[in-house]
C-alpha cells in the first residue's frame, strides 16, 4: 500500500486529492518550506506552517489563498488526517504527515538534524513510508557541531581585522544569511543585501529575533563597507559591484565547501561547510528513528543513497523530481 503517487506535477497523495510541493499549477499544494524549489505560484491554494505563511507571501505574492497551521495540529482533507511536523532546515519548515486507514506516509521535504538555535528542531515521525532528500548524501558530508562551525566564522573575521580586510559571507538569502549573522553578533556592524533584509522581515513578522543589521543595495557607493562585515546572496558573487567593496575577502557558507578543493570555486578566500541539510550521519539517523517500512530518495545522491539504505536492509528507491539538490550553489534572485 502507498498513498503516494509521484506524477508529472508533483508528489500526489491519492486518497487526499492534493500535492505536496508541487513543481506546476495544482488546486491545493502543501507546502514543506519556503524556498523557491518547493514553494512555487501559481497554486489555487496554498496549505503551510504559520512561520512560512509570511516567507510566501514576501516570495510569491501578497494576494495568494493561504491557510496555515502548527506544528502538531490535524486537519482532515478528504478523509486524510494531516499534520505538520518540524523538519529542522529553515524556519517553518515541516514535515507533512498523512494518515489514511491507519496508513502513515511521512514526506520530508528539506531537513538537519542539527539543531541551529533559530529553526524548530527535527522531529523524528514514525510511519510506513518515508520520502527523503538526499542532497548530501555521501560518507564524506560529516558537519561539525554548531558551535564548531560559529566558532569558524567568527576566527575569520577576526583574522580579517588584523589583515585590515572587509569580511563578505555569502548564504543563501533564506535560512543560511540569518544564521550567519546570529553567529556573528556582536562582533561589529552587520550590513545585509536588500534581498536578505526583505526575507529577514518574515522572520521578525513571527516573532523570531534577529540582530540588529543594516540594508545595502551594491548599486549605491560602497566605501562606508570598508573594514565591516557584509552578507550577500549567492547571485552576486559574480557582480562587479561586489567585487568593488573595499578590501574584499569573501567566503561561501555552504555543504559543499566540506568537498576538498570546493573553495576554489570561484576562487572564494575562504569556504565554510555550513549547511541547512542534513549530513551522512543526519541522513541515517532521520530515516532509522522513522521505522518506515519503504523509503523514497529523492533530489540529490540519489542512486548512492538508495543503494545503501537497500544494503543495510532498508528497502529504498529512486524517485525523480524537481527539487532543487544545488540550491545553496546558485540563487535565482537578484
Known sequence: MSLLKFTSKGIYCIPGKFYIDPWCP????????GHADHARSGMKKYLCHHFTKPILHSRIGAGISCQSIG?????????????????????????IRMEYKGFVSVISGDYKVQNDGISTPF???????????????LPIYNWLTIEQQEEQL??????????????????????????????????????????????????ESVGIELPEYATIDLREDKKHLD????????????????????N????????????????????????????????????????????AEKVFVTHGQ?????????????????VKTEFGDDDEKTETEG
Open 26 to 33: 495544482v488546486d491545493l499544494a502543501v507546502i514543506t518550506h
Open 71 to 95: 506544528y502538531g495540529e490535524t486537519l482532515d482533507i478528504n478523509g486524510v488526517k494531516v499534520s505538520l511536523h518540524p523538519a529542522g532546515h529553515i524556519i517553518g519548515s515541516a514535515q
Open 123 to 137: 522531529e523524528p515521525v514514525k510511519c510506513h513510508e518515508f520520502v527523503t532528500e538526499s542532497t548530501f548524501g
Open 154 to 203: 567568527k576566527a575569520w573575521v577576526e583574522q580579517n581585522r588584523i589583515n585590515r580586510k572587509t569580511s563578505v559571507f555569502i548564504g543563501y538569502s533564506l535560512g543560511k544569511s540569518q544564521r550567519i549573522m546570529k553567529a556573528l553578533e556582536g562582533l561589529g556592524e552587520l550590513h545585509v543585501h536588500y534581498t536578505i533584509a526583505r526575507l529577514n522581515e518574515a522572520y
Open 227 to 246: 573594514g565591516k562585515i557584509v552578507i550577500l546572496p549567492p547571485a552576486l558573487i559574480d557582480n562587479p559591484a561586489m567585487k568593488k567593496i573595499p
Open 248 to 291: 574584499l575577502a569573501y567566503a561561501i557558507c555552504s555543504g559543499w565547501m566540506q568537498v576538498r578543493g570546493a573553495r576554489r570555486w570561484r576562487s572564494a578566500d575562504a569556504g565554510f561547510a555550513i549547511s541547512d541539510h542534513a549530513d551522512w550521519k543526519g541522513l541515517l539517523q532521520a530515516i532509522k528513528a522513522t521505522e
Open 302 to 318: 540519489t542512486a548512492v543513497f538508495a543503494k545503501y539504505l537497500n544494503e543495510t536492509g532498508i528497502e529504498a528507491a529512486e
